[in-house]
């Protein structure tokens, strides 16, 4: 089934899936605040906006143009990176929680100390 989709349907899934992804939500909800904390409007705020949505889909247009840019050669580098990304998934789970739990303490002593 994934095998015999267009290139837009896969871009659609990656999008999809993408918002699903259990370490998304903490990095979203970060970003969030500090955006609030920023007191952003108008242009300001739609362009953070725009900018974080690029760099969200730079990955995926990335994957969208290797078999474009690199055609049969580009095959065997996804296929590695896939095969990396689902064999370590826990452990890049574990060093953004580690990171993101890191940052929450550092602000709450900052917090407590001030």
């Known amino acids: 089934m994934i095998t015999n989709m267009s290139a837009i349907q ?3 899934l990656g ?10 939500i903490p990095i979203l909800s970060s ?7 920023a007191d952003l409007t108008g242009v300001a705020l739609w362009t953070t906006f725009v900018v974080i949505a690029l760099i969200g889909v730079s990955a995926l247009i990335g994957l969208g143009l290797a078999p474009v840019l690199f055609g049969a050669r580009g095959d065997r580098a996804l296929i590695e990176v ?11 789970m574990l060093v953004i ?6 940052n929450f303490i550092g602000n709450g002593i900052t917090a407590l100390s001030a």
């Open 31 to 37: 970003l969030g605040l500090t955006i609030a904390r």
């Open 10 to 12: 896969a871009f659609g």
């Open 15 to 24: 999008i999809m899936s993408m918002t699903v992804n259990t370490k998304n």
């Open 82 to 92: 896939n095969d990396f990304m689902i064999g370590y998934t826990n452990v890049i």
């Open 97 to 102: 929680f580690l990171l993101l739990g890191a």
